[in-house]
């Protein structure tokens, strides 16, 4: 799936049916993951596994990479190719997560995703590398790859984050093409319909997909992630989710491990998911312990809401060893080596 996981929302608006919402999430899930899992066959040169409900399909095995959601599984290949012909790791999980930012079927990731309450769609991104260089994009519209754009603020400015019509300059100024704004068909059609009885309301990422976050370490043991979004559908015009803020959507550091998160922003940010998981690690957790402690202090912190709220988080560390853990059933991840990539359903909190 790369399930919009149906994130959402405390912003005092929510009165929907969360139980309802959850269980034709999971169905949309089921049946989406089940295609993906039939397709990826054919990805060429990554032979696929069965998938597993243990944490980690391979353990130890450089190099590693992690992605969330269905999705995950064609960028984890896009990713692990570019390591094949020479790439670094930090060329790797850009690759890889810009194979999601052009995937037309996707509605939570890149310029066919949703768009905010007002019909316009913006993106979030974020990018790592594991010595602590990182770069971040917010509320950017018009540029297909907010993940490249997110790297040029890593590796040609004194920034860590550009937003808004700054980023869209940057972009003009680094020679992106700027795409004409207009949502996508799907897009368009769903937005459509949410008008007619949402009251404007950013409540539910109906579709089943999600952000995409990647890990990933290369054969020496550097690390790197990258996270990118469209983020929560129909959300307040200016709204940025925890997927560019450095920390809660993603955290990288060579010495302990890597996390990237996905769910609802809100409650992601609350908590500084991926860096409250890298520091865990850095104590003695593994990625299993600590990504399992990071949705109970979710939990905690997002308590009047938490039925409405989903958010998954995925964690390696040094070792390669693997961690994911979610709110509610429903999160996977695509973990990919050389020659193998597989999806894992992740364990989660309620069951
Ligand atoms: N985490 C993203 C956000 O809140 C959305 C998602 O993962 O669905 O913007």
């Known amino acids: 799936m790369k399930s919009r996981m149906m994130s959402l929302i405390s912003l005092n608006f929510n009165n929907l049916n969360a139980d309802s919402k959850l269980t034709r999430m999971s169905q949309r899930r089921k049946f989406i993951k089940q295609s993906l899992m039939g397709s990826a066959l054919f990805?060429?040169?990554?032979?696929?596994?069965?998938?597993?409900?243990?944490?980690?399909?391979?353990?130890?095995?450089?190099?590693?990479?992690?992605?969330?959601?269905?999705?995950?599984?064609?960028?984890?290949?896009?990713?692990?190719?570019?390591?094949?012909?020479?790439?670094?790791?930090?060329?790797?999980?850009?690759?890889g997560v810009k194979d999601t930012e052009l995937d037309l079927s996707n509605l939570s990731v890149g310029l066919q995703g949703l768009p905010d309450r007002e019909g316009i769609t913006t993106l979030d991104a974020s990018i790592m590398s594991g010595d602590g260089s990182c770069g971040a994009v917010a509320f950017v519209r018009q540029v297909k790859h907010p993940i490249s754009l997110a790297r040029v603020v890593m590796e040609k400015t004194p920034h860590v984050m550009i937003v808004g019509e700054g980023a869209r300059q940057l972009a003009i100024s680094e020679g992106f093409p700027i795409e004409k704004e207009e949502l996508s068909p799907k897009a368009k059609e769903a937005y459509e319909k949410w008008k007619i009885t949402s009251q404007y309301k950013p409540i539910i990422n109906i579709e089943n997909h999600d952000t995409i976050g990647m890990i990933g370490m290369d054969a020496k043991g550097n690390m790197a992630g990258s996270c990118t979004t469209s983020g929560l559908s129909y959300k307040m015009h200016g709204r940025v989710g925890d997927s560019p803020i450095i920390g809660a959507g993603l955290f990288v550091d060579n010495e302990v491990g890597a996390a990237t998160a996905t769910g609802l922003g809100e409650s992601i940010i609350r908590i500084c998911g991926s860096f409250l998981i890298v520091e865990l690690m850095r104590q003695g957790r593994t990625p299993q312990e600590a990504c399992e402690e990071a949705v109970k202090r979710l939990i905690a912190k997002n308590s009047k809401n938490i039925k409405d709220i989903q958010a998954g988080f995925l964690a390696m560390n040094k070792d390669g060893e693997v961690g994911a853990y979610s709110v509610h059933p429903g999160f996977n991840f695509a973990q990919a080596t050389l020659q193998k990539n597989g999806m894992i359903d992740s364990g989660s909190h309620f069951k």
């Open 43 to 95: 990805i060429p040169g990554v032979s696929t596994i069965a998938e597993a409900k243990a944490p980690s399909l391979f353990k130890g095995e450089k190099p590693l990479i992690l992605s969330t959601w269905n999705h995950g599984l064609p960028a984890n290949a896009a990713a692990v190719e570019k390591l094949k012909t020479g790439g670094s790791i930090i060329d790797a999980v850009e690759t």
